[in-house]
Each structure stands twice: as C-alpha cells, then as structure tokens.
C-alpha cells in the first residue's frame, strides 16, 4: 500500500506474433458477482466490514455475490497499513466489468471509514454497469489500442460512453498511427436498461511484433 509499498509484482506474458481482430458487440446480463476485499497492517475485521457494506448494496441487484477476504500481517504486508475492495462483474457473453477502491495512504488525506468504502466501491460497480459495452470505462483505451495494432481486417467493440482519458487517447492514435475510428451511437432501448452505448469499428495497421524468445 502507498505510501510505504514494499510489495512485488511478477509479470509474465506470453509472446504474440500478431492481434486478431475482434467482434465484440454482444456484453450479455450480468450473472455473477466476484471480489476481493483486502487488508494490511490494520485490524481484520476491516475487510470483513468491507464485504458487509457492499453486499448491502449489491444483494438488490443479484444474489450471487461472493467477496473474498484478504488479510496479511507481518513482514509480508508492505511498509504502509491500508484496505481496499476489488469487485468484478461477469456476464453470460464472458465480459468482465470491474472497479476497484482503496482507503488514502497513511498521512495523506481524510481517514476513510471501511463500510464508506465498501458502499462507495459497490456503486462504482453499478455505475460501470449503468454505462455498460463489453469493456469498463477503465480499460476502453486498452481495447482500442489492440485493435488499432490488430491485422488489417475489420474489428468491433461495443463501448459505454466514453470517458475524457478515452476520448484523448483516440487523438493519440490518430496522431502516432493515422486510424480513425467509425463511431456509431447505439441509444439505450426499452429491453436494455443503462445509458447509450457506442460501436466503435477501424481496421488494424496489421503490426507484427520483431521479439523473439529467449533460451
């Protein structure tokens, strides 16, 4: 946790020649409910009043829901004490919609209360929701990148509204890569509730990644 971290993270990834191009237009209905709530340096009874603050909320929209808990102590939690709260939504296409809040790093800002945070996290959730598309507004630029690097063949994704960081990052392709994205406005109708939703279409620059494994 911020400030202190002490923490690692090990990153591995396969490597890629080439992107396929993806057709990304179907998110489906949420039928499940995933998170985790954790917890270093500070009492374990805070990410268990996480999960009861969220799940007051989140039992109105679906009943299941399972939140796991996360407590570590000792040498392996870090320099700093905090808690935070992951929630990730699944719906029956396979789409996953996430969001994702931690209390404020020690001497940094007001203290957070967990069951503030708990309810505040599960209506961010319900917001992605609200906005829906096959991707979260978090990680809309991510998809429009891997489209843009795809072969040359026509890719689709259905998007929620577009937030301020997405919209600027499509003038960044525009200015590195010379795509230009068909933005087609989808309204919300009466069988699906939520806001208006954007079909985002382009053809990949057809880039091939040069690295190779090394033995």
């Known amino acids: 946790m911020p400030p202190g971290g002490g ?4 990153f591995s990834c396969p490597v890629r020649k ?3 191009p993806i057709q990304l237009t179907d998110p489906g209905k949420i039928k499940r409910i995933r998170g985790m709530a954790y917890s270093v340096r500070v009492s374990p009874q805070m990410a268990n009043r ?5 799940r007051s909320i989140l039992n109105k929209f679906i009943p299941d829901i399972y939140i ?3 407590h570590v102590k000792g040498i392996n939690s870090g320099k700093s004490p905090g808690f935070g709260l992951s929630l990730v939504a699944e719906t029956t296409n396979g789409t996953f919609l996430s ?3 931690a209390s404020n790093p020690q001497g940094q800002g007001a203290a957070v209360l967990p069951e503030d945070l708990g309810r505040n996290c599960a209506k961010l959730l319900l917001e992605e ?3 829906g ?3 979260d507004s978090t990680n809309q630029s991510l998809a429009l990148l891997f489209m843009t690097l795809g072969q040359q063949d026509v890719s689709k994704v259905l998007l929620g509204p577009l937030s301020p960081y997405t919209i600027e990052f499509l003038r960044h392709l525009k200015s590195f890569f010379q795509i230009m994205f068909k933005i087609e406005t989808k309204p919300c109708g009466e069988e699906r509730k939520g806001g208006d939703k954007v079909l985002m279409t382009c053809v990949g620059i057809g880039f091939s990644n040069l690295s190779k494994t090394l033995k």
């Open 50 to 54: 996480i999960v009861d603050s969220a």
């Open 7 to 10: 923490g690692e993270v090990f």
């Open 133 to 135: 598309g096959c991707v």
């Open 68 to 70: 796991y808990t996360d």
């Open 99 to 101: 969001a994702e809040l």
């Open 129 to 131: 929701i609200y906005r």
């Open 18 to 20: 080439f992107l396929r």
